[in-house]
């Protein structure tokens, strides 16, 4: 026997002799319930996430991402080049809309690229983005950009954590995405004083496109 | 695990004399209730989200065995390997065999209090292996060689200039620059950093919860730097404690609401990461292999114990930030990698009591810590509890032990404690001076009330005992 496997019957034995003799354990309560006064919808998220230092914007259409795109780009006085990541839906056509911005399918480089990403969805009572490893995104572009752009569709934007654990159950019934990352704002420390400075180690700055439509 | 909380008394008597140190922990003693304070105010069913945090916690602890078996369950499943580790050094050779085996040389580290309980980078590092903390605070205090002084905020000691200083002893000084403020130093740790994320052959995390549904370890930063540690290298273990499992997403999502909350005053940290295992086929990136090593190192012996509920703990810091104690001492004084109320219930535990006797007793059980707790563990009860058992464990009659004989004399014979405390209140009036707010208070006591006046003014009392009062009022 291993010794990973000697202890693995070890500490599972000692916890049983813990419990030998308690009470039975009561069954679960039902998920929880947020107050329906806390319960927000996509101004809350945007708030939120405003709060957080991350910026956003609203188009109608999903063919309107590439011009917010290079808005956001020409606007914050960025490298006209932009990563964009397989899982946002737009071909090259739409993209020619953006011109002069350059588009690349990546990779994101050491630093100071701007990434252009879809999203799995938004969870309104924090702010938060909530995007799925896939194989068309590396998921450490994420965390590499300098400037990460997220498009999330207004219908992706849910109220609680809950509701995300209901479509998640819903969309991977047994075989969950390797890796989830919520993301809410740009990366940052406190380990330098008070307030927080942004860009610690991944994106110092967060843009979010809420498709209407 | 290796503490120097024996030395309590003379490192918290340096600690006060710390002016460095003191202004770091007035910025925690005044900023941080009041950010959490916030944070609350908005959400108006946190009080019944502690409750449920509490339930949940301690029904996990009830079942812990199915959880951790449901869990390494599903992470087989998702093709990564669990490991168990009985003890400290158990957890320190599992992961230095993983190392090996990668063939790694170069390591990088997101923070994890685990690690720093089981001493990990020591251990890798006697093995040959290249280390880099990447959370900036744990980066700064390991080109320090220092210990965390605070469990979420490790370089809290460490003022800016000390960070300028010790970045241009490590880093390359010419391309370093003068590093004259907060925004400089941070872009030189990046770029420094970006270096280790992108040559380092394994990444180490801790997790903060264990999803027993999903098999998710649930990982909280708010620098990202844990995302790049569990992406870049092409193997991530996950190193953490076997009471962080939770049954169901549901109750991941309780827990995380009141966590950075309780935390530092967020809704929710800017990064939680879930991962469910290594790289898929026809995924262009993410570690090949998938390890997570779950570490008892004394918590099992403590399930079914009074200090049961110290397990619930889910880190959040929010004992230490509203401490009297701590935000006098910070964290070193405790001479643990656990300071604060937790740390001071968490310490006996795990390096044993006679090592760290001084800690429950670094408590003026004013009540904040269990006040704030968001898993409502008892605190001072626990410390009590630890209390009792040193005191009953020395073996000779001291000082303590007589005064608490002579206490307890005097509460069996009511007379005795009328009259003493009658005459107490009265000396005691006597000794006071007219002072601010219409207030009589003592400047200096004699003998062994020294220790208090000596540093601070004691509000004098009213000159009667509340039983004279009592008499008064019903007459």
């Not at chain 2, 812990?64 to 992470?75: G, H, N, T």
């Not at chain 2, 209090?113 to 590092?125: D, H, K």
């Not at chain 2, 006597?430 to 003592?442: C, D, Y």
């Amino acid at each position: 026997m291993s010794s990973s496997a000697a202890a693995r019957d070890s500490i599972l034995q000692a916890i049983r002799r813990a419990r030998a003799g308690a009470d039975a354990v009561p069954d679960a309560p039902p998920a929880y319930r947020t107050p329906a006064a806390l319960l927000g919808g996509i101004e809350q998220f945007c708030a939120y996430a405003g709060e957080e230092a991350a910026t956003s914007e609203h188009v109608g259409r999903m063919e309107d991402v590439p011009p917010a795109v290079l808005r956001y780009v020409t606007g914050q006085g960025l490298a006209m080049r932009v990563v964009v990541a397989a899982d946002l839906d737009l071909d090259a056509a739409v993209w020619a809309a953006a011109q002069p911005l350059q588009i690349t399918g990546g990779p994101v480089e050491r630093d100071g690229d701007t990434l252009v990403t879809g999203c799995y969805a938004g969870v309104a009572e924090a702010g938060a983005l909530i995007m799925l490893s896939s194989s068309g995104v590396p998921n450490e572009a994420k965390f590499l950009a300098a400037t990460h752009i997220a498009a999330v569709r207004a219908v992706d934007i849910l109220p609680t954590f809950e509701a995300l654990w209901t479509r998640l159950r819903g969309d991977f019934t047994d075989r969950w995405p390797r890796t989830m990352n919520w993301i809410v704002g740009p990366s940052r420390t406190a380990d330098l004083g008070v307030p927080s400075k942004l860009g610690a180690h991944g994106p110092a700055r967060v843009h979010i496109i809420i498709i209407d439509a | 695990m290796e503490t120097t909380s024996r030395q309590f008394r003379q490192l918290s008597r340096h600690a006060l004399e710390q002016a460095t140190l003191q202004h770091s922990l007035d910025g925690v003693r005044e900023i941080m209730p009041r950010i959490r304070a916030a944070a609350l105010a908005e959400r108006g069913d946190f009080d019944a989200l502690c409750d449920r945090a509490r339930d949940i916690r301690e029904r996990t602890l009830r079942q812990l065995d199915s959880y951790l078996e449901a869990f390494e369950r599903r992470v087989q499943a998702a093709g990564g390997t669990v490991h168990w580790a009985a003890t400290g050094e158990e957890a320190c050779r599992i992961v230095a065999q993983i190392c090996r085996d990668a063939g790694a040389e170069r390591l990088i580290k997101s923070k994890s209090m685990v690690t720093e309980e089981i001493e990990l980078n020591a251990a890798l590092e006697r093995d040959g292996f290249t280390v880099t903390e990447t959370d900036l605070g744990e980066y700064i205090i390991q080109l320090r060689g220092e210990k965390p002084s605070h469990i979420l905020a490790p370089s809290l000691h460490v003022t800016l200039d000390e960070v300028a200083e010790t970045f241009h002893q490590h880093h390359d000084i010419e391309r370093s620059g003068p590093l004259t403020n907060a925004t400089e130093m941070l872009a030189e740790a990046r770029s420094i950093m970006r270096d280790k994320f992108l040559q380092a052959d394994v990444g180490i995390t801790g997790a903060n919860f264990l999803v027993a549904e999903t098999g998710a370890a649930v990982i909280v930063t708010n620098e990202g730097n844990a995302d790049l540690t569990a992406s870049l290298p092409d193997t991530h273990i996950v190193v953490t404690g076997i009471e962080k499992a939770v049954p169901t997403l549901d109750d991941v999502g309780v827990l995380l609401r009141v966590l950075a909350r309780s935390a530092i005053g967020e809704r929710l940290s800017n990064y939680t990461t879930f991962v469910h295992g290594p790289r898929r086929d026809g995924e262009a990136s993410g570690p090949a292999n998938y390890h997570v090593v779950l570490v008892d190192n004394g918590r099992s012996e403590m399930l079914g114990t009074e200090f049961q509920d110290m397990l619930r703990c889910i880190r959040c810091s929010a004992c230490l930030n509203h401490c009297p104690v701590y935000t006098a001492i910070g964290g070193h004084a405790y001479g643990s990698v656990y300071s604060g109320p937790m740390g001071a219930v968490l310490t006996p535990a795990f390096a044993g009591l006679p090592a760290a006797a001084h800690l429950p007793n670094a408590s003026t059980f004013c009540g904040r810590c269990e006040a704030v707790c968001p898993v409502r563990i008892p605190l001072p009860s626990l410390l009590r509890r630890w209390r009792q058992r040193e005191l009953n464990a020395r073996p000779v009659m001291d000082g303590q032990r007589f005064g608490l004989g002579l206490w307890r004399w005097l509460n069996h014979w009511p007379p005795a404690y009328s009259l003493a405390i009658r005459c107490a209140a009265r000396v005691l009036r006597r000794l006071s001076v007219p002072g601010r707010g219409g207030q009589r208070w003592i400047r200096r006591l004699p003998l062994l009330g020294a220790a208090w006046t000596d540093c601070r003014d004691l509000p004098a009392p009213p000159g009667r005992t509340f039983q004279d009062e009592w008499r008064r009022r019903r007459s």
